[in-house]
Nanobody, 113 residues
Framework: VQLQASGGGLVQAGGSLRLSCAAS?????MGWYRQAPGKQREMVAT???????NYADSVKGRFAISRDNAKNTVYLQMNSLKPEDTAVYFC???????????WGQGTLVTVSS
């Protein structure tokens, strides 16, 4: 299984970024997690193959997750970014039949104040 994430970078507070993650197969649920320095990895947003979404409270109303099932790709549109959004963002894919999580290599998002 391969998960190729892209789209991270440096942006000023209030700006926007779009993350993309292409998977090597189709998965029941895909999503994004993040890990800031000195903190545990946390869920940001997930989306099922049927389009059911789930967001962390801290990003509701600012981030939007979507997926293209034909391309096995998940996107995270991040708007109104804050310095506390600075973290390494990891793409995640969950195989329901195997009950197994897969992780991408991570992409760094840095929001300057």
């Amino acid at each position: 299984v391969q998960l190729q994430a892209s789209g991270g970078g440096l942006v000023q507070a209030g700006g926007s970024l779009r993350l993309s993650c292409a998977a090597s197969g189709n998965f029941f649920r895909m999503g994004w997690y993040r890990q800031a320095p000195g903190k545990q990895r946390e869920m940001v947003a997930t989306i099922t193959s049927g389009g059911i979404t789930n967001y962390a409270d801290s990003v509701k109303g600012r981030f939007a997750i979507s997926r293209d099932n034909a391309k096995n790709t998940v996107y995270l549109q991040m708007n109104s970014l804050k310095p506390e959004d600075t973290a390494v963002y990891f793409c995640n894919a969950y195989n329901l039949a195997l009950m197994t999580n897969y992780w991408g290599q991570g992409t760094l998002v840095t929001v300057s104040s």
